[in-house]
């Protein structure tokens, strides 16, 4: 035998409700997973940023970098594989023409981006180009660019991974009341340079040397600053004199003593300081007491103010025990401190200002 039933008709009332409901119920899921979408002037500015959080690693055709956005803005931050680097970049809300985040609930949305194929996506047109982001685009998990130039239209999607869990945050750069020695150029062109004079020295293992002398102490043309490397063919030594500078301020240990000396692996600082140190328009260099070393770049955008930050790890060396045992002041900036070592709270949390 064969049963035949009849459908019922659904009428038009009833079947409107259950498509309000359905509506309803994406709208509810989009805003449970979160969503962020703005629009900028010119894409040059995401690009510029992106581009100097680029780390020169073996692995950078691989780079991700993590993004947070917030109602505050956008936040990017990458970091080397022994975790001795990290860079943080920052697009507030200010800067945007438009921006609207929906965090479902949560403060922060985190993605992990791909940074190769975004710069090429963010390239194609000039530095002239519109750009709008939008997250999540469709049903997936994409981050979809538009860009717009002079009536010409592209369109790019990125397939991004989303961190159901905030990653691990990188803790305050200064304890409650502590006074950084610092150090801020008049040309910011001139921290590139001196840079630059050690990339022939670019190899493993291979320690930068930065000595700070306290201004009081120094004789009238002596180097306020002196960055040394060495290898088995070669050295290099750049000297900073103290006309160069805008400011320069040692704390109080170091200012006691005449001078500090902090030690770094080389390839470590050119790795997260250089790009951003050629594209910056103002810098500043700071060293905490562990001898964690900030550098604070305002970089050049079409108008737009663009903040990064590199914070590079200090290394240890077999002279802070000769030194700490003459009774000298031991040199803070040989340990093995790393930004991810306090607990105060996130280094974004701090002013970047100058």
């Not at 936040?75 to 990290?86: E, G, H, L, N, R």
């Not at 194609?124 to 982001?133: E, K, M, P, Y």
């Not at 009536?151 to 999607?157: D, I, L, N, Q, R």
């Not at 102490?217 to 160069?244: G, K």
Request: charged share 20%.
């Amino acid at each position: 035998r064969v049963w035949c039933a009849q459908v019922p008709c659904i009428d038009h009332g009833l079947f409107d409700a259950l498509i309000h409901a359905v509506g309803a119920l994406m709208q509810e899921a989009a805003a449970t997973e979160g969503s962020v979408e703005c629009r900028l002037d010119s894409a040059n500015d995401l690009a510029a940023l992106l581009s100097a959080l680029t780390l020169r690693e073996k692995d950078q055709k691989e780079q991700r970098v993590l993004c947070e956005a917030s109602e505050n803005g956008l936040k990017f931050m990458a970091q080397s594989a022994s975790k001795d680097v990290a860079v943080l970049g920052w697009i507030f809300k200010d800067a945007f023409r438009q921006y609207s985040f929906n965090g479902g609930g949560d403060e922060h949305l985190h993605l992990k981006l791909p940074v190769a194929p975004l710069l090429s996506c963010l390239t194609i047109f000039s530095d002239r180009a519109a750009l709008v982001l939008k997250y999540p685009h469709g049903a997936s998990n994409e981050l979809r660019f538009t860009l717009e130039e002079d009536g010409a239209v592209t369109e790019c999607k990125l397939r991004t991974l989303v961190l159901d869990e905030a990653p691990v945050p990188i803790n305050a750069f200064l304890a409650p009341g502590e006074r950084p020695s610092a150090l801020r150029f008049k040309q910011p062109e001139a921290w590139h340079l001196a840079l630059g004079e050690f990339s022939d020295l670019d190899a493993p293992d291979v320690v930068l040397r930065v000595t700070l002398r306290a201004p009081e102490a120094m004789a009238q043309d002596a180097p306020a600053v002196v960055l040394r490397a060495r290898t088995i063919n070669s050295d290099a030594e750049v000297e900073l004199p103290q006309h160069t500078l805008d400011e320069l301020e040692l704390e109080s240990r170091a200012t006691a003593a005449g001078e500090i000396t902090h030690c770094y692996l080389l390839s470590s600082v050119l790795a997260g300081c250089l790009k951003a140190a050629k594209e910056s328009k103002a810098v500043k260099v700071r060293f905490n007491q562990e001898g964690v070393m900030s550098n604070q770049f305002i970089l050049r955008g079409r108008g737009q103010q663009l903040f990064c930050e590199a914070l590079v790890s200090p290394i240890a060396e077999p002279e802070a025990t000769a030194a700490a045992a003459a009774g000298s002041l031991p040199n803070i900036g040989n340990s093995t401190a790393n930004p991810y070592g306090r607990t105060q709270g996130s280094v974004a949390d701090e002013s970047i200002g100058f």
